[in-house]
């Protein structure tokens, strides 16, 4: 709401997790919803693949379109709150962190939002957060409602924050973290003024850079999955030649899902491929 500056359709703003929904905001000329059963089916939008995850995601999943200038330039996707405490025993009804890494595969950028005044990193944040493995360089952080806490408390704030990502996000670099208060109430607290302003400068400049970077990035996602493809064919190649052409293809498929680290290694040093190119080993088995 603080980018588009006005409501959309399906938006609720509440203290406690208020929607359930994924909702990807995107321009049209005229207000309105279209449900999800309807969005995977449209050849005019990206979502078709979404169809795997079934009914009971889909029965969440909505587009609101709406004739603002901010997104000709960009689409937005709204998740659903974090579930917290007791809240986290209800189930979802479909694999929420597969939905959110399908997701964050195919945007530019993530942003994860905190409020100051309220730092929890709950059981299904920490397994949201790790499903955006590989996709650490599109992430942001936004520390929100700062204005509600003092200087002093916002430092201890803002060192829980970084203490409690770096044991859930495995990554050399620090992540970039802007402190503010985005909303369009006053600052409750009026102290670090020129910082939140500055912060937010810094976010809103981050965000108009993406649609120049979008085909940097789509190049760039080409050639890691063209990567990917020439090492899963090496792999393939590799178990098929092994495998015996009549007797023993269970015995034998079970001895090379156990090899899998080895026949990695193997095949690293005969075609000169990076580790980081393979496949996970768990997956893969």
């Known amino acids: 709401r603080y980018l588009l500056e006005q409501d959309f359709p399906g938006m609720r703003i509440g203290p406690e997790p208020t929607t359930d929904s994924f909702i990807a905001v995107m321009y049209g000329d005229s207000e309105g919803n279209i449900p999800g059963n309807a969005l995977v089916v449209d050849p005019k939008k990206p979502f078709r693949k979404l169809s795997r995850f079934g009914n009971a995601f889909l029965n969440r999943f909505m587009c ?8 000709k330039s960009i689409s937005i996707i709204d998740s659903p709150g974090i579930l917290s405490g007791e809240k986290q025993r209800i189930s979802r009804g479909y694999d929420f962190c597969q939905v959110l890494q399908w997701f964050a595969e195919r945007v530019d950028r993530i942003i994860l939002l905190f409020d100051a005044h309220k730092l929890d990193i709950s059981d299904e944040f920490s397994e949201a957060i790790k499903s955006f493995r590989g996709q650490d360089d599109k992430i942001r952080v936004v520390l929100n409602k700062a204005d509600q806490v003092d200087t002093q408390q916002l430092m201890r704030v803002y060192g829980a924050l970084m203490w409690s990502l770096g044991k859930v996000i495995n990554t050399p670099e620090v992540l970039r973290v802007y402190i503010g208060s985005f909303w369009s109430h006053p600052l409750q607290n009026t102290e670090n003024r020129r ?6 400068q810094d976010l809103f400049k981050d965000i108009q850079s993406l649609p120049q970077k979008a085909a940097v990035r789509k190049l760039n996602d080409l050639i890691k999955r063209a990567r990917l493809a020439k090492v899963h064919a090496y792999i393939i190649s590799y178990l098929k030649k092994e495998m015996p052409s009549v007797f023993g293809k269970e015995n034998k498929k079970k001895e090379l899902i156990s090899r899998l680290p080895e026949i990695y290694i193997q095949l690293q040093r005969e075609y000169h491929i990076s580790a980081g190119d393979f496949p996970e080993v768990k997956k893969m088995q």
Not at 64 to 71: E, F, W
Not at 195 to 200: D, I, K, M, P
């Open 64 to 71: 609101s379109q709406l004739p603002n200038q901010v997104l």
């Open 195 to 200: 910082l939140f302003e500055a912060e937010a």
